[in-house]
């Protein structure tokens, strides 16, 4: 039996490019020397994205469609392709054409080197606009800082991985997924290409600034204690230095008296220090928010319908 390929396509009002999408795709994947699928998820779009779907999978019935029913983010669009896939190896793409298809054949001829990991890197972001580019740098250096694994820099979704990587992700069942994170954490001989990131072919982004904000809280917080530890080391340090002057008060107290002064000094501690306080019990609750999400235990996606033979592999995932 020969090995199979499984394209993972996460996609989310997109109709205007499907078509252009398996028209760039297609060839390419009947170029390989592989049998192969294309799993795509409707994550609940509102124009006619579906229509076009099963009118593809009529064509082409490798072209398979999990319809969820609502919109739940790529995220966990992704991990529903993740769980259905058949394939001996998986490739997660965009629809829109930034992860240029072309790549597909060398990715697959690094898998079949012995490689588990292929990972495509951007090397210009064109696409992108400045503020996103220096955001983006700014996010990847704080979080490799701080997290435990190392979370390659300019690497997106786009990435080859085999079937044993994806076993590890299917059993990572946590409702907070930041993808990336959890790509990383898994391991195995890893490489990678480099590629340029073109413009979107048509559409529009669905990542706003507060959406990408959000996005690096859930990368910090799923990777990272650090935050929680550092009202820590701030308290432990004011502490020292209240000491500190606290035994030059006394002492300057003892020899000049006292008169009573520093009003402004006092306000400007007392807001301060509650301003810290606040902000870190901020910090807290983004923590206990998370904690009380996964404590609820839901599953991570719901599917409403499957076009295509994908629920064999169904049974396997935990919780859905
Ligand atoms: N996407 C999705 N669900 C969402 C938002 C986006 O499945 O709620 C899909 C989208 O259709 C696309 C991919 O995720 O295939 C990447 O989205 P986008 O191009 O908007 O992100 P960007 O490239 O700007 O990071
Ligand atoms: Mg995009």
Same mark, same amino acid.
């Given at each position: 039996m020969s090995l199979r390929l499984s394209l993972l396509v996460p996609l989310y009002n997109e109709a205007e490019i499907i078509d252009r999408f398996f028209t760039s795709v297609l060839p390419i994947l009947e170029g390989l020397p592989l049998d192969w699928e294309l799993v795509c998820v409707n994550d609940g779009s509102r124009d006619n994205s579906l229509e076009r779907l099963s009118h593809w999978h009529q064509q082409e019935p490798r072209i398979k469609v999990i319809n969820l029913s609502r919109n739940f983010g790529k995220e966990r669009a992704l991990t529903a392709a993740l769980d259905l896939a058949t394939g001996d190896a998986v490739i997660p793409i965009d629809i /829109? @054409?930034? %992860? #240029?298809?072309? @790549?597909i054949p060398r990715m697959v001829e690094l898998w079949q080197q012995g490689y588990d990991v292929v990972n495509a890197v951007r *090397? +210009? *972001? %064109? $696409? %992108?606009s400045w503020l996103k580019r220096v955001s983006a740098r700014l996010f990847y250096r704080t979080l490799n800082a701080v997290s435990d694994v190392q979370i390659p820099r300019d690497? $997106? /979704?786009y990435r080859l991985l085999s079937r044993r990587v994806c076993e590890v992700l299917r059993s990572m *069942?946590?409702?907070? *997924?930041f993808m990336k994170g959890l790509f990383a954490w898994a391991g195995f001989p890893t490489t990678s290409i480099s590629f340029d990131r073109a413009p979107r072919s048509g559409g529009s982004s669905k990542w706003g600034y507060w959406r990408l904000w959000n996005f690096a809280l859930e990368g910090i917080t799923s990777f990272s204690t650090v935050p929680l530890k550092l009202a820590a080391y701030l308290g432990l340090f004011t502490a020292l230095l209240s000491l500190i002057y606290a035994s030059f008060l006394i002492v300057r107290t003892l020899l000049f008296g006292d008169p009573v002064k520093g009003y402004p000094s006092m306000m400007a501690a007392i807001l301060f220090f509650g301003g810290v306080q606040l902000m870190f019990i901020g910090i807290i609750g983004e923590y206990i928010a998370r904690i009380h999400d996964e404590v609820k $235990? +839901? #599953?991570?996606y719901v599917i409403e319908s499957v076009l295509g033979d994908l629920l064999e592999n169904a049974g396997k995932g935990k919780n859905g």
């Amino acid at each position: 039996m020969s090995l199979r390929l499984s394209l993972l396509v996460p996609l989310y009002n997109e109709a205007e490019i499907i078509d252009r999408f398996f028209t760039s795709v297609l060839p390419i994947l009947e170029g390989l020397p592989l049998d192969w699928e294309l799993v795509c998820v409707n994550d609940g779009s509102r124009d006619n994205s579906l229509e076009r779907l099963s009118h593809w999978h009529q064509q082409e019935p490798r072209i398979k469609v999990i319809n969820l029913s609502r919109n739940f983010g790529k995220e966990r669009a992704l991990t529903a392709a993740l769980d259905l896939a058949t394939g001996d190896a998986v490739i997660p793409i965009d629809i /829109d @054409l930034q %992860d #240029p298809p072309e @790549l597909i054949p060398r990715m697959v001829e690094l898998w079949q080197q012995g490689y588990d990991v292929v990972n495509a890197v951007r *090397r +210009r *972001r %064109d $696409g %992108d606009s400045w503020l996103k580019r220096v955001s983006a740098r700014l996010f990847y250096r704080t979080l490799n800082a701080v997290s435990d694994v190392q979370i390659p820099r300019d690497t $997106g /979704d786009y990435r080859l991985l085999s079937r044993r990587v994806c076993e590890v992700l299917r059993s990572m *069942r946590e409702s907070h *997924r930041f993808m990336k994170g959890l790509f990383a954490w898994a391991g195995f001989p890893t490489t990678s290409i480099s590629f340029d990131r073109a413009p979107r072919s048509g559409g529009s982004s669905k990542w706003g600034y507060w959406r990408l904000w959000n996005f690096a809280l859930e990368g910090i917080t799923s990777f990272s204690t650090v935050p929680l530890k550092l009202a820590a080391y701030l308290g432990l340090f004011t502490a020292l230095l209240s000491l500190i002057y606290a035994s030059f008060l006394i002492v300057r107290t003892l020899l000049f008296g006292d008169p009573v002064k520093g009003y402004p000094s006092m306000m400007a501690a007392i807001l301060f220090f509650g301003g810290v306080q606040l902000m870190f019990i901020g910090i807290i609750g983004e923590y206990i928010a998370r904690i009380h999400d996964e404590v609820k $235990g +839901r #599953p991570i996606y719901v599917i409403e319908s499957v076009l295509g033979d994908l629920l064999e592999n169904a049974g396997k995932g935990k919780n859905g």
